[in-house]
C-alpha cells in the first residue's frame, strides 16, 4: 500500500459535525467548540476498491478517535471495514488514550444479541479497549 495522505483528507470543524450517508447519520455534538478533525478513509485516506475500510475517522485534541462507519445494513461487514481500517492506521493513533468504533446502520438484518454480533462485539473491544457502539439511523456523540 502506498503512503497514506492523512493531512489532505482532513477538514477541520469547531462546531457541530454530522457525518451521513447511506441514509445513516452520526452527529457529534460539540458544546465546548473542540477542533475535531473529520478524516475521509473511503474514497480519500485509503483509494483502493479492492480494500476493505470505514467511512471516517473522526479525532480530536490527539486524545480520542472514532472509527465510523455508515452503512445500510450488513453489520458483519461493517465490523471487518472498522477493524481493517483500525489495523492500517493503527501507528497514526497509537498515542490516543480513547479509541472507538461507531457502526450506524440505516437497517440492521441481525439482532444486536445474535451471537455472531456478540463476537465481533468483544473483538472490537478486545482491538480498541472499549465497546463499539451501533445504532439504528442515527447517533449522536457528545464531545468532551
Same mark, same amino acid.
Given at each position: ?46 483509494? *483502493?476498491?479492492?480494500? #476493505? ?29 472498522? #477493524? #481493517? ?26 439482532? *444486536? ?22 445504532? *439504528?439511523?442515527?447517533? #449522536?456523540?457528545?464531545?468532551?
Amino acid at each position: 500500500m502506498t503512503d497514506m495522505d492523512y493531512k489532505g483528507n482532513t477538514t477541520k470543524h469547531n462546531g457541530n459535525l454530522p457525518i451521513e450517508e447511506n441514509k445513516s447519520c452520526c452527529y457529534f455534538k460539540n458544546p465546548n467548540k473542540v477542533i475535531l478533525n473529520k478524516l475521509k478513509v473511503d474514497g480519500g485516506l485509503i483509494k *483502493s476498491s479492492k480494500q #476493505e475500510k470505514c467511512d471516517y475517522i473522526v479525532h480530536w485534541n490527539d486524545n480520542c478517535v472514532n472509527y465510523i462507519e455508515l452503512k445500510g445494513g450488513d453489520l458483519i461487514k461493517a465490523f471487518s471495514q472498522v #477493524e #481493517e481500517t483500525i489495523k492500517m492506521t493503527r501507528k497514526n493513533f497509537e498515542n490516543f488514550n480513547t479509541s472507538q468504533c461507531i457502526i450506524v446502520c440505516s437497517r440492521i438484518r441481525l439482532p *444486536s444479541s445474535d451471537s455472531t454480533i456478540i463476537r465481533l462485539k468483544k473483538k472490537m473491544k478486545a482491538l480498541t479497549g472499549t465497546v463499539p457502539i451501533i445504532k *439504528s439511523q442515527r447517533h #449522536e456523540y457528545l464531545v468532551k
